[in-house]
């Protein structure tokens, strides 16, 4: 194997380092009001560039402000999250756990707990590209979205633990179940690109289901990829207001949550509208 490299590009960021203007890309009014106005060709075209333009060559995401979800069901918020995605590449056909609330995904594993930070590794044969939140409605308290450069993870590793990384650029098992055992790396080069794949829990359970346990090196590799995580330098915490959408590479940023507390009504619990896109 290549011996790892530092990655030296603005997705390799530290959370204090940025401001607002690193990641926020506000609408104009008329956009925000009227979403027709946002959804004809040269503004959808327009927007796009800017979005693939702050998501690749900037910090690897972008949250676009201002969306008009005031007044929409959660499934017209839906369809305008996969309307906007559209022109960034092909978007994954609709599941219903695309609206991620606790009482609708009960069965799909989505809770009101905190959420460690991963990228979503989905039952397609590789992980999504693009992954985009809409913020529909917020928790009563809590739910703040968490983000971490899985470059900087790399880097933090290759300076403080170098001895973990040639196991983490070797394949483990991600995902359960039937047609859903996966086999990748946590890094993983593509020419000069690095490629982050990481979800712990998924990993484990993978592991334990195949009748692979993880052995004390692997788990210590984990572990140091989790000590890094753990940082607070490392983690961005970003509370999403209404008419946010999140669009992250999901080859490159983790994401997470801090645990919520619902509001008593159900049409006022905490939703997101969420999309994959290849």
């Known amino acids: ?31 925000s009001r009227a979403l027709d106005t946002l959804t004809e060709g040269a503004a959808r075209g327009d927007l796009a560039t800017r979005v693939t333009q702050r998501v ?60 460690g930070l991963h990228t979503d590794r989905t039952p397609a044969p590789r992980p999504p590209r693009l992954l985009g939140l809409l913020c529909v409605r917020l928790a009563a308290h809590g739910g703040d979205t968490l983000l971490a450069s899985g470059h900087t993870v790399h880097n933090r590793l ?22 859903f055992d996966r086999r990748r790396p ?8 690095l490629r982050v794949h990481y979800n ?7 592991h334990h289901e195949a009748g ?14 989790d000590q890094a995580l753990t940082d607070p330098r490392t983690v961005l915490r970003l509370p999403l207001r209404p008419g946010d959408l999140l669009l992250m590479d999901n080859t490159v940023v983790l994401h997470g949550r801090t645990a919520f507390t619902d509001a008593p009504d159900p049409q006022a619990r905490r939703c997101l509208a969420r999309v994959w896109v290849d």
């Open 56 to 115: 690749r060559d900037g910090r690897g995401f972008v949250v676009i402000r201002g969306l008009p979800v005031a007044g929409r069901t959660d499934q017209e918020c839906a369809a305008m999250c996969r309307q906007l995605a559209a022109p960034l590449g092909a978007v994954r056909p609709a599941d219903p756990g695309d609206l991620i609330t606790v009482a609708d995904n009960a069965g799909r594993g989505k809770t009101d707990l905190a959420l």
């Open 1 to 31: 194997m290549t011996r790892p490299a530092p990655v030296d590009a603005l997705t390799a960021w530290n959370a204090p380092d940025l401001g607002e203007a690193d990641w926020l890309l506000p609408l104009p009014p008329a956009c």
């Open 186 to 193: 946590v890094f993983q080069r593509h020419g000069t690109a």
């Open 212 to 225: 692979a346990p993880l052995t004390p090196d692997e788990r210590a590799a984990l572990d140091a990829v």
């Open 200 to 206: 712990r829990r998924g990993i484990e359970r993978a």
């Open 158 to 179: 290759l300076t403080g633990h170098p001895w973990a990384l040639p196991r983490l650029y070797q394949d483990f098992h991600f995902g359960r179940g039937t047609g």
